[in-house]
C-alpha cells in the first residue's frame, strides 16, 4: 500500500505563506522517498511573523533565494496527484496545497486524504490531546515538532500503526472500521475527510437551515 503523507509551514497565518514542505511517500508502512524545500512566499502574502518564526525558525533570509511555490509543484506533483494524501489536520495543509495552486493559476489536481488528527481521536482516546508531538510521545515515534519534513514523516508513521493497529491492509479497511469518509479533492471540488458524528451533525444542519428557509419564504408569500 502506497500513501504520501505530507506537512506545510507557514510564515503567517495567511494559507499563501508557505515557507516549507515536507513530503514523505510510503510503502507498506515504510518511508521510500523524503523531499524537503523551503518556499519563497509571494511578496504580498510574505510577511514573517514573530509566532510562527519562533514556531519554526526560519525566517525572511532563508528563503529570500528559495524557489516559488511553483517551481517546487513541478518537482513534487507526481508525488500528490492521484495519491493518498496523509496529513495531521489536513484541513490547514490541503487548503494550502489548493490555495497555492490557485494562485499560481495551476490546475488542482486529484487525491484522496486522510487527516491523522481524526484517525488518532478515534483510535486512542485516552491520549492527552491529540496535536502531533502528543501522538507521536505516545507512539515512541521520534519528531522535532514543526520541521515539516519531520512532521510529514512522523504524521505518515501514525497513519501505518493506525493500519497496523486495527489490522487493516489499506485506507479503505481503516475507515470503515472507523466509521469515518475519506476526503477528496479535484478539480471539481471538495469533500472532507469526516467521522460519521461530523457527517451527521452537518445533515442535522443543513435539514435545519432548509426548515428556517421554508419557514421564512411560507411568511413572506403569506404576508
Known amino acids: ?18 515557507c516549507s514542505i ?4 510510503f510503502e507498506d508502512g515504510v518511508p521510500v522517498r523524503e523531499t524537503y524545500t523551503l518556499i519563497r512566499p509571494p511578496e504580498e502574502y510574505g510577511k514573517f511573523n514573530w509566532y510562527n518564526v519562533r514556531i519554526h525558525g526560519i525566517k525572511a533570509t532563508m ?16 508525488s500528490i496527484d492521484g495519491q493518498l494524501i496523509v ?8 487548503v494550502v496545497l489548493c490555495r497555492l495552486l490557485e494562485y499560481y493559476g495551476i490546475a488542482i489536481p486529484t487525491f484522496d486524504y486522510v487527516c491523522t488528527v481524526k484517525i488518532s481521536q478515534l483510535l486512542w482516546p485516552e491520549m492527552e490531546n ?3 508531538d502528543t501522538v507521536c510521545n505516545d507512539l515512541n515515534i521520534v519528531l522535532n515538532h514543526h520541521e515539516a519534513l ?19 491492509i489499506d485506507t479503505a479497511d481503516l475507515l470503515d472500521a472507523l466509521e469515518m469518509r475519506v476526503g477528496h479533492v479535484s478539480p471539481k471540488g471538495r469533500q472532507s ?28 408569500h403569506s404576508a
Open 1 to 18: 500500500m502506497k500513501f504520501t503523507a505530507i506537512d506545510f509551514e507557514t510564515a503567517n497565518a495567511s494559507m499563501l505563506s508557505a
Open 22 to 25: 515536507g513530503i514523505v511517500e
Open 63 to 78: 528563503v529570500k533565494d528559495a524557489p516559488t511555490f511553483d517551481k517546487v509543484w513541478e518537482q513534487i506533483r507526481d
Open 87 to 94: 496529513c495531521h489536520n489536513a484541513a490547514f495543509d490541503t
Open 130 to 132: 491529540h496535536k502531533l
Open 150 to 168: 519531520s512532521d510529514a514523516r512522523a504524521c505518515g508513521l501514525i497513519f501505518a500503526e493506525a493500519l497496523k493497529s486495527q489490522h487493516c
Open 193 to 220: 475527510c469526516s467521522t460519521s458524528e461530523e457527517v451527521r451533525r452537518k445533515m442535522i444542519s443543513d435539514k435545519k437551515k432548509q426548515a428556517s428557509r421554508r419557514k421564512y419564504f411560507a411568511r413572506r
